[in-house]
């Protein structure tokens, strides 16, 4: 394929097709080509900015996300694999859009409308995924809220069952589950046993999300000049937090079982499609892909920042805060499994110290002392229960710390449950829970500040209205997005979280990223962008990133899209749902109107991109048709202009009678005053 010339190197480069920009990304001097980002907003200080970048990227799915996936899939094996991609695919896509953001300093809609005016519609997919993404998002900054509220007190109230008042019996619901995960279900969503049954509003719910709403809105209101300076908090904080767990966590009983657990390699994991599905949709979230906020950010860059380095950085950063996360929580979950399997132990040499209280001799009485259940080690019960467990009868278990170590929990479950539950068990545990759920809080605000700037920054680009008017756009649109939440806080709401975040950003994300790669590699060309992002940087960057644009991250996304869509044709979407009489979760399928809803939500998504390529085409079109109009226009004046020389020059002055004619005077004007005195100075040449 021929190199694309370098737009500006010389006069007689072609224009554009009309496929392409009108203009090249940057002219060969380094001006901007938007004459608006001359008064654009920028970053303070470089700090800022990465901050601001880390603390985007790195947000709950690092915490709950990443350690389910890297435990379930085979360990070290899985973060090998994760490794690999993001390297081939991640950097790549995230170093394309903070190229595109940093050069044309524009929000996603003002991108890539410039790269290719068809393609605009990506630009508004971005904005309404992270319309969407920030609906739900806000709601577990809620939650988050109401758990740091309740963590000032002691003992804490999700560490004990509740006690019914009439009988003084604990209440059933607790007793069929946990003190945690009935705090969870019942005292803080009290939710419904299914989606049908939507209920009445949680009042304290709904006023938690309120103040997150505030929060955000007091942050968001000053643009970047306001959100970056809470940065320096928000995204520092939970750093410092979970290398505090970290550091305790290793001194617990259990931890060194929950490391081994965690990274203890499976390679065969690797030929399972499902496991690369999963790896290849983190790396693509991990990122904040095709969201806009990474454009948006890096837009605020000063023109010649090494960009770059910025994201094998960033990329870098979130992996190693991911490796982080993933040991504070299997430390401590190793810590809890080892406590359930101690207790488990405890429990069954009670029962056989009954059994030998009665009388009954068997001879597979254990040969660990009885009298004392605490004190027996758990290897040399389950070396016992190994040669002995098919003579026991049901009311005598294995207590397995690795089986309780596959009961993978991930999300909500990690953070509200199980989490809880370790930390209930903490000495001063009010402190560690204070300091868990405001980690929880500053990585979801830090996330939400993102999520917003990719909303706000390209409207406030593309419409110039919205532009002059930034503080009203911040207070309405988070005004409305609270409106919009209340969804979440009625009973069933955590039943709409669960399908907002697994069907609103997935697939409409891959479809925007795909474009975006096929715009820039294809349609803007490859070539010509590494020139671009040459000129900006000063040097340009390695030629591998041509193919890799082209070619491995192109079907890699294309890959992931079709292994995404297979799935929700060939599996029926379910959710998971709260049983209140058995205190048990189950998975249930969404009822028709839920399938349309989240039907919905995908093509609402979707729909700019080929909306926004449809418009541009009809657009063309009529100006086309109005250019071709003005040139028959423009034709016909100009026959009938020249025409008017051939009819002066055949035209007398004078008629037969010797007076002018009254049509010539208005036809011939002034064209013929400044001939006649040439008339009569040659007149006066002849006579001379």
């Known amino acids: 394929m021929e190199k694309p010339p370098l737009p500006g190197d010389d006069d007689d480069v072609p224009r554009l097709e009309e496929s392409h920009s009108a203009m090249a990304l940057m002219s060969i001097d380094g001006v901007e080509s938007d004459e608006a980002g001359e008064d654009r907003p920028a970053w303070d200080s470089k700090l800022q900015y990465v901050l601001a970048q880390v603390g985007f990227s790195v947000g709950l799915g690092n915490v709950w996300r990443f350690p389910y996936l890297c435990h379930q899939n085979g360990g070290g094996a899985f973060m090998v694999l994760y490794v690999m991609l993001l390297v081939v695919v991640g950097v790549p896509l995230f170093f394309m859009e903070l190229a595109a953001g940093q050069n044309i300093r524009q929000g996603s809609i003002g991108v890539w409308k410039h790269i290719s005016p068809r393609l605009a519609g990506i630009g508004y997919s971005s904005c309404m995924v992270c319309f969407f993404v920030a609906l739900y998002y806000n709601v577990i900054i809620a939650w988050s809220l109401y758990y740091l509220g309740n ?76 959100s970056a300076k809470v940065m320096y908090f928000s995204s520092v904080f939970p750093y410092a937090v979970l290398f505090c767990f970290l550091i305790r966590g290793l001194m617990l009983d259990g931890a060194i079982e929950g490391i081994t657990y965690m990274f203890y390699p499976k390679l065969e994991i690797w030929m399972e499609v499902k496991v690369w599905r999963q790896a290849a949709t983190q790396v693509f979230f991990a990122l904040g892909l095709g969201y806009g906020s990474v454009i948006a950010y890096s837009s605020y860059n000063p023109i010649h920042n090494n960009c770059h380095r910025d994201a094998i950085m960033v990329s870098t950063i979130n992996f190693m805060t991911s490796v982080l996360a993933s040991l504070v929580v299997f430390v401590v979950l190793g810590f809890r499994a080892k406590n359930i399997a101690l207790e488990c132990v405890v429990t069954n040499v009670g029962k056989m110290a009954e059994m030998a209280a009665s009388g009954s001799s068997e001879h597979w009485w254990p040969w660990f002392n009885m009298s004392d259940p605490k004190s027996v080690d ?32 991930e999300g909500t479950g990690l953070a509200f449950i199980a989490f809880t539950e370790a930390m209930a068990q903490f000495p001063a545990s009010p402190l560690w829970s204070a300091l868990f759920f405001l980690m929880l809080l500053n990585l979801g605000l830090s996330t939400m500040f993102g999520t917003m700037q990719g909303i706000l920054t390209p409207l406030m680009d593309n419409f110039k209205l919205l532009g002059r008017h930034k503080t009203m756009l911040t207070v309405f649109s988070c005004i409305l997005g609270f409106l919009i939440g209340l969804l ?54 390695p030629v591998i990133y041509k193919y890799m644009w082209k070619y491995v991250c192109l079907l890699a996304m294309v890959g992931l899209l079709a292994a995404s869509l297979l799935r929700m044709v060939f599996k029926r979407p379910t959710y998971t749902a709260w049983n209140h009489t058995t205190g048990s979760e189950s998975s249930l399928e969404y009822p028709g109107w839920a399938l349309v809803m989240l039907s919905m939500l995908i093509v609402t998504a979707c729909l700019p991109v080929p909306a926004g390529y449809l418009h541009s085409l009809l657009t063309q079109r009529r100006d086309q048709a109005e250019e071709d109009e003005s040139e028959r226009h423009r034709e016909r004046y100009s026959k009938c202009h020249s025409a008017e020389p051939e009819l002066n020059n055949h035209r007398p002055l004078l008629d037969e009678e010797g007076s002018r004619p009254s049509s010539t005077f208005l036809v011939l004007g002034v064209d013929h005053y400044s001939p006649l005195p040439q008339q009569e100075d040659e007149e006066e040449d002849t006579e001379l």
């Open 151 to 226: 963590s000032f007190q002691y003992p804490l109230p999700w560490q004990k069952c509740p006690v019914e008042v009439s009988s003084n019996k604990t209440v059933k619901e607790c007793a069929a589950s946990s003190p945690t995960s009935y705090f969870w279900f019942r005292k803080a969503l009290d939710i419904s046993d299914s989606i049908d049954q939507s209920g009445e509003f949680n009042p304290l719910i709904t006023g938690c999300l309120l103040a997150a709403w505030t929060i955000v809105c007091l942050a968001m209101i000053k643009g970047i000049k306001s």
């Open 488 to 541: 979440f806080t009625q009973r069933s709401g955590n039943y709409f979280v669960t399908m907002f975040d697994d069907y609103s950003a997935t697939l409409p994300l891959i479809i925007v990223v795909v474009f975006e790669t096929i715009s820039v590699a294809w349609i803007y060309g490859a070539d010509r962008f590494l020139d671009d992002v040459a000129v900006m940087l000063h040097w340009r960057p």
């Open 378 to 409: 758990l290897q040399d019960y389950r070396q016992w229960y190994s040669h002995y467990g098919n003579q026991l009868g049901p009311n005598i278990t294995d207590c397995d710390l690795e089986q309780e170590m596959n009961k993978g929990v």
